[in-house]
């Protein structure tokens, strides 16, 4: 059967970069041409081994144009822009989306909407394999998304904050590619040449190379988590008997130590009248997994660690009198529990119940300590080739960069690492200008600290530092956050202020 198809990145809404070379990617397989039509202008491409490349002229801003590729089959793409292109990238405080930060941002968030910036998300393409084929044709399927209703929440929050900025100045469209991977470390941005010279061996990267390898690991460690959260059940745990006997804790607090397992909370609280509409109930952070439940309703889950608890549920199912939440907590790393700092609270029609102080704990299993795979943007060299090389046809004008959390235990020779990244960045896309963010500080509420570990001290000095080593960089602090141990502060419209100073400095 005939087809001629594109790349998932050109697709409905895209942006293309202005005054810079066009490239058009994708796959025909009947015809030895296509026939690729920008706006007013049309290109001839020649299909090579299935796959073709139409190369445009730079072009000036525009709105609202069409791209049509027409060979054995015809493709078109509709509401084209051309403005200013950046690429996201780095881990989860740049993958943050706009919904995370509501609760300091919320009149900023809706007081306008911006249709002209958009964002496409690149996740990467598991089947790529490290050293393996030319990766062209890996984009994959997401629709650009606007920043405008609820398709403003998906959008990379600090993307978005400088973007509404960039965007008053310049009035051009705008496209974001969020490349960012949560967890990811610098060496899976690195290629392997740029590894060796800094350490890495052969053996940390040969088990990932070939078709279907890296796939066939990540789907062995989500396996392997599966098997050890249903360990964490009892079949024979009575949670009311329980609950009968358990102990009284003080919560927010790093309740359990020495504990992998299974343990549940509860908390009672009394209610003088029936409310309406919709509650909230704000259980801060916990470590690691929850289900909770209002009177045995459950009313949200969350299966890792960061993301802040905030579970809503209709208020019809309070009553009069004594009210129950019950969380069952997965613990996976010997400690565990409700960190302090962040605001535990049920917030009704009829006005905010405290959720901190007195609850009950009862263990239901104990079980080994959780020992994962890694991720797959851990794997040294996997994004680079499942995420930049895949990009690298796709014109940008800046490199916005947030890594380092990752890397922070380890941050003896990250200068170098950096140094080596942005420079096959720069082979890969051109001699852009990069804007770093400089990690926040945090404290592991696990490691009972006070101050912040000298590993993070050293990564942020590290990254301060990269002005002096590599060319165009401006560095970004991001304001130290509050709780202290808040991974994923909300504070992102103040860095997206200074980022898009910086961006528009260069």
Request: glycine share 8%; net charge negative; hydrophobic share 40%.
């Amino acid at each position: 059967m005939a087809s001629t198809k594109l790349l998932g990145i050109y697709s409905d809404g895209m942006v293309l970069q202005r005054n810079a070379e066009i490239i058009v990617e994708g796959i025909e397989s009947d015809r030895s041409e296509v026939q690729v039509r920008l706006g007013g202008a049309t290109v001839t491409a020649k299909v090579a081994d299935g796959k073709f490349k139409a190369i445009f002229p730079p072009m000036e801003a525009a709105v609202d144009i069409e791209l049509v590729v027409e060979g054995s089959g015809k493709v078109t793409v509709k509401d084209v822009c051309i403005g200013d292109v950046y690429m996201l990238t780095g881990q989860s405080n740049m993958e943050l989306p706009v919904a995370r930060t509501f609760d300091l941002n919320r009149e900023e968030i809706e007081a306008e909407d911006y249709p002209y910036i958009r964002q496409y998300r690149l996740t990467p393409d598991l089947e790529i394999p490290i050293r393996g084929e030319d990766p062209v044709n890996a984009l994959p399927e997401f629709n650009w998304v606007k920043a405008s209703g609820t398709g403003k929440n998906e959008i990379s929050a600090v993307g978005f904050y400088a973007a509404k900025r960039i965007y008053a100045e310049k009035n051009v469209p705008i496209g974001l590619v969020l490349s960012a991977q949560g967890g990811s470390n610098i060496e899976s941005w690195m290629c392997e040449e740029d590894l060796y010279e800094t350490g890495t061996s052969e053996d940390s990267i040969a088990p990932f190379r070939g078709a279907g390898a890296l796939k066939a690991y990540v789907a062995e460690g989500n396996q392997k988590t599966c098997t050890w959260r249903e360990n964490t059940v009892d079949k024979d745990f009575d949670l009311e008997a329980a609950m009968a006997s358990a102990q009284t804790v003080e919560l927010p607090g790093i309740v359990m130590t020495d504990f992998s397992g299974s343990v549940w909370f509860r908390k009672e609280f009394y209610v003088d009248k029936v409310t309406e509409g919709k509650c909230l109930l704000r259980l801060g952070d916990l470590i690691d997994a929850d289900v909770t439940y209002v009177n045995g309703v459950e009313v949200g889950r969350t299966e890792y660690q960061y993301p802040p608890r905030k579970y809503s549920f209709d208020a019809s199912i309070l009553k009069p009198g004594k009210n129950t939440v019950t969380t069952r907590l997965i613990i996976e790393n010997n400690a565990g529990g409700f960190v302090p700092g962040h605001p535990y609270r049920l917030e009704t029609s009829a006005g905010d119940i405290d959720m901190s102080g007195e609850w009950k704990m009862a263990v239901e299993k104990k079980t080994e300590r959780f020992m994962p795979n890694m991720m797959a943007q851990n794997i040294p060299s996997a994004l680079y080739y499942a995420s930049l090389l895949t990009m690298r046809n796709y014109k940008v004008s800046q490199i916005w960069w947030y890594q380092g959390e990752s890397n922070a235990e380890d941050p003896a020779g990250y200068d170098k690492k950096m140094i080596l990244t942005f420079r096959k960045m720069r082979e890969l896309f051109g001699d852009l200008p990069l804007i770093l963010i400089r990690i926040a500080d945090y404290i592991n509420p696990l490691t009972f600290a006070t101050e912040v570990p000298e590993g993070w001290r050293g990564i942020q000095r590290l990254i301060d530092e990269a002005p002096e080593h590599i060319a165009d960089v401006k560095v970004v602090r991001a304001p130290a956050p509050d709780p202290i141990y808040e991974l994923h502060p909300q504070n992102k419209s103040a860095i997206g202020a200074d980022v898009a100073k910086a961006s528009m400095e260069f």
